[in-house]
């Protein structure tokens, strides 16, 4: 990889696959995961006011306002281990939020380099929900029958207990996927106006998706 920072925005639907892919490319690229939905749920479990704030849309399958929400993604990308790059997970999730992104990755001198977007029919993803499990402790994404722990209820890498969140319950997760059509979805064309949108079809095994998001960005 080049020596210029790099910027990748994993961009999808809610269970399209960004969290599986992020722990898998953040090995290949080298890059830290910043995911704005584990920040909140760090935040929940810590009982901070700012999780307090962004339980009562997390409960709903609404989005997080986004002064609060860009102000905690800054923080995060302000950190030594970002200066880099980052995959960044979850956000932008609006138009105000990318260009919130764009000017200050500007006032860096950078800019974001990649946005896969991972397209996935809304019938898979509620049966991806529907069997999401995570790990307490380090956020790992498990799926009951897609991919299952070694051992079940315990995650793989530190046998922390896997957990059911309290958003993927079915009439949350329609919410959910309204709110990302309506005010996620129009980010596709905002990349692809800027000519840095590639997509990739999000509805194959977890490796073939890997394959093919190594290829997109140039990592094959
Ligand atoms: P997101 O971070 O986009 O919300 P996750 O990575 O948590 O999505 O994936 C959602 C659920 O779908 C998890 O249970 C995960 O194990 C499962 N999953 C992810 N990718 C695939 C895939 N390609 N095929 C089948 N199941 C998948
Ligand atoms: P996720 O883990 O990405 O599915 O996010 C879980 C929940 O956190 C979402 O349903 C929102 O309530 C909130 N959230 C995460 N990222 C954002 C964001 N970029 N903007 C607003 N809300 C967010
Ligand atoms: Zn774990």
């Given at each position: 990889m080049s020596a210029k920072p790099r910027y990748i925005i994993l961009l999808g639907?809610?269970?399209?696959g960004k969290g599986t892919q992020a722990a898998r490319l953040r090995e290949i690229l080298g890059l830290p995961h910043v995911a704005s939905g584990d920040l909140f749920r760090e935040n929940l479990k810590n009982e901070t006011p700012l999780g307090r704030r962004a339980k009562e849309y997390m409960d709903r399958g609404e989005l997080v306002p986004d002064d609060v929400t860009i102000a905690m993604v800054m923080e995060r990308l302000s950190q030594p281990d970002c200066a880099g790059g980052a995959l960044l997970d979850g956000f932008p999730r609006t138009i105000a939020q990318a260009q919130a992104l764009d000017r200050a990755l500007a006032e860096r001198g950078?800019?974001?380099g990649a946005v896969p977007y991972i397209a996935v029919p809304d019938d898979v993803l509620v049966e991806r929900v529907s069997g999401r499990r995570l790990c307490r402790l380090c956020g790992a994404s498990y799926h009951v029958r897609f991919n299952p722990p070694q051992q079940p209820g315990r995650c793989d890498h530190d046998g922390g207990k896997l957990y059911q969140r309290d958003d993927d319950l079915p009439e949350t997760v329609r919410t959910r996927l309204q709110v990302y059509w309506e005010q996620t979805s129009p980010l596709i064309d905002y990349y692809r106006q800027q000519g840095v949108l590639v997509t990739v079809n999000g509805d194959q095994s977890i490796d073939a998706v890997t394959t093919d998001l190594r290829e997109a960005l140039g990592r094959p």
């Open positions: 639907p809610p269970a399209s950078q800019q974001v």
